[in-house]
């Protein structure tokens, strides 16, 4: 990949200019239409993932069973609907689902309808009323279904905007700049509502988030130009087809019996599956935790906010920065670093004890979203259930120990069961990321594939 150099006085970060990415926008609109997407799923991504969970256990007062119940249904759907969809688009001949830029335009509402469901309860809930339960599975199955139908027919869109490797080079680094400004969502939603303390106001921010993505995949959806768009449904089919006529079910199935049976892809798919557990467990728990744990006169409101939004914003930074390192080293070694990182750091934690704040607060923070989830995907069909396994189970082990009915006394009730809480949370949060990458380590030290970023890989453009 050839990188221009910066003119003098311009920052880059790890080859890519980002101000000049910024400052050039106009020049690539088709890149900068792809990306508009990413903008507005990161901005509610974020928002949902981080806010969800309290919500419905502090606000909502959801009961364990129903919140157990609603996360069983969302963890099939979760399962099911990528490969449905993933059917559904391939297959139909209804314009708003075969072709990926008119999936998206007609897709984008009712995406930000779906990420607006949770903010507003359908009645005034009473602890443990079975309506909250209901509230939650509906919530979240809608909302990753729509997610899934959008971010699918994007993916689909990658490879129908150009066949040449500079284009898709464009856009991956356009895409990792939209979803550094989506990510920063959580910073400006916890300033304007003081982290969900003022809910009228967190509510309102939601609806402009909702209205801001939901222009952005609309123009998206009329400003993207797949290479088809022009060619008529029956030459898609073709290119489709193509590569598809000549491979019998037979075949097909025993190449798919070759890759689940791949040593390889079996150690991918399990570091994966931890992975995808660990970014849950932080995303849903650490505004939990960090409220239980960090007296306010240590850390106020506002320092709070701007602590989880560096969460969501480093991360992307140091990603973007790291693409020569990447290129150096490969992603192997990065990522198995990281994970004797996340162990070191953990470990030590736990040796400082709870009442070093600051250092739990920067631990924290660095825990929301670590730099080996951003290097590979998260989505893999076997890996899914982790993003419900991991409330289920931090939701039934603070429940052992009180929080359902300790989250709204406070540091108001009683001292010897608020301390237990406390140090069962502090626990949780040290022990889950060392043993999670203490695995992640086990898993992924084996995989064999380690040098791939020294071979020089050949693209034919279409």
Partial sequence: MTVEKPAAGVRTFGGLNILGHLASLGAHPAAVAYSMTTLGAGMMNSIFSFYYVKLFLNRYKISEGAFHQSQVVYMVWNA??????GYL???SHVPCCSQR?????YGAPFYAIAFLLAWFPWREYAPGDWMSGVHLMVALCAFDGMLTFVLLAQCALFAEISGHHQSRLRLIKYNQVASLIGSSSVLFCSLHSQNMDDFPSFQGFTVLVAVLACGCMIYTGLHSESRFDTKGSAQRSNYQGSGQSTLSFSLVTSMTLQILTNRDFQLFVLMN???VFMV????NFTMI????LIPPNVLPSLAKSFMYGAGFICPQLVVLSSQSLLHSLGYYKIILLTFYVEAGMAAVMLVLGPHH?????FFLTANISPLSSMVFGTNALFTKPAQSLAPMLVVSILNQ???ENLKDAGRDANPSDLEALHTTMFYLVCVVPMCIAALQVFAWKPFSIRSSHTVDTMYIDG
Avoid at 101 to 105: F, M, N
Avoid at 280 to 283: G, K, P
């Fill in 80 to 85: 099911v609907n990528d490969p449905l969809f």
């Fill in 89 to 91: 688009q391939d297959n």
């Fill in 101 to 105: 830029r008119l999936s998206i335009l």
């Fill in 273 to 275: 599956f931890f992975q």
């Fill in 280 to 283: 849950a467990f932080c995303n």
């Fill in 289 to 292: 935790f960090a409220e239980h």
């Fill in 357 to 361: 704040y600051y250092i739990l607060a």
């Fill in 401 to 403: 120990f009180g929080y």
